[in-house]
């Protein structure tokens, strides 16, 4: 039987800050297709259908699984010893004798530290995906040992963990290459520039919905002749830049679902950025954000097409 994966995070807070404020809730998992990727899941008691509703706590296995289940133990402070009774046995090689005795050892006091006996939820969010998630989980320094804890748990099966928000949406994806891809750079209605950015949504979309998805906002963006300027940074990992010098705006939009559209001035817009989603939010940095539902295409055509009319207007 194949081994469980070694795979391990010191500190769940650095996946977190990127897009998440203090005390906003979340959960830790995989979409249903991903998690089904993982040789050990009937090594661990996991189902392999999926049924909605249904919570499964894996079978302790490795050291994270075995401390879910059992607990973890640390010595008590100030430190304190305490006598156990143990029975030796041996067999006596001079003679073949079998000895046995009861021996007194001195072993430090430990104390329960944690005992989460964390599990798994099969759930359908509102964008219709199959996801695996453990429970809600508060992002705040108190609970981050939580956090930490369930995202080992999930490497040791999975050897990986996406972030979803309170909503069960999928958030950017932290533990791709994304962010090292050279982007195409030119006019995104030039069709070799447009072909190279799929190829790149094809390396990391999951299912052919989003790409579909991601293709279809591209041609929505392709009328009003963007350029491609880049990669977002710092909060808006997974982003890409499209400039609009006609109407002196830049649009960060992202290949995965369930995310937004983040419009800003061209003025400043690189220190705008560089600023964590929650800052710009906060702040009120951007022009306007359009989240990936139904009535985007209707709200960023809105959007745009009164920017040009103001543009010509002012002509």
Request: hydrophobic share 35%; proline share 3%; aromatic share 14%.
């Amino acid at each position: 039987m194949k081994k469980s994966f070694r795979k391990r995070i010191r500190n769940i807070d650095k996946y977190l800050q990127s897009f998440l404020n203090q005390n906003n809730y979340y959960h830790l998992g995989l979409l249903f297709e991903d998690y089904l990727e993982s040789p050990l899941l009937s090594k661990y008691g996991l189902p392999t259908e999926f049924i909605n509703d249904n919570f499964k706590v894996p079978l302790a296995i490795g050291s994270v699984t075995l401390v879910n289940s059992e607990g973890k133990f640390i010595r008590k402070k100030p430190t304190e010893k305490e006598p156990i009774i143990k029975r030796v046995a041996y067999i006596r090689e001079s003679d073949g004798r079998t000895i046995k005795y009861d021996r007194i050892f001195y072993i430090y006091k430990k104390v329960l530290l944690h005992k989460y006996q964390a599990g798994l939820y099969f759930l359908i969010n509102d964008h219709n995906q199959k996801v695996v998630v453990s429970e809600k989980l508060n992002y705040s320094q108190k609970y981050l040992t939580k956090g930490t804890h369930i995202a080992n748990m999930l490497c040791e099966i999975f050897n990986d963990f996406e972030v979803f928000d309170e909503n069960l949406n999928l958030a950017i994806n932290f533990n791709t290459s994304f962010d090292k891809i050279i982007l195409p750079s030119g006019n995104l209605n030039n069709d070799n520039y447009l072909k190279d950015l799929l190829k790149i949504g094809n390396r990391f979309l999951k299912n052919e919905e989003e790409r579909k998805a991601f293709q279809k906002r591209l041609q929505v963006l392709i009328k009003y002749n963007p350029t491609i300027k880049g990669k977002g940074p710092e909060g808006f990992y997974g982003y890409i830049v499209f400039g609009f010098s006609d109407l002196d705006i830049v649009i960060l939009e992202t290949m995965y679902a369930g995310n937004a559209t983040y419009i800003f001035s061209t003025d400043d817009f690189e220190n705008k950025i560089i600023k964590d989603k929650q800052t710009v939010l906060k702040n009120q940095l951007h022009l306007a954000r359009f989240f990936h539902y139904d009535d985007w295409e209707y709200n960023l055509k809105k959007f745009m097409d009164e920017k040009i009319k103001k543009c010509n207007d002012s002509i």
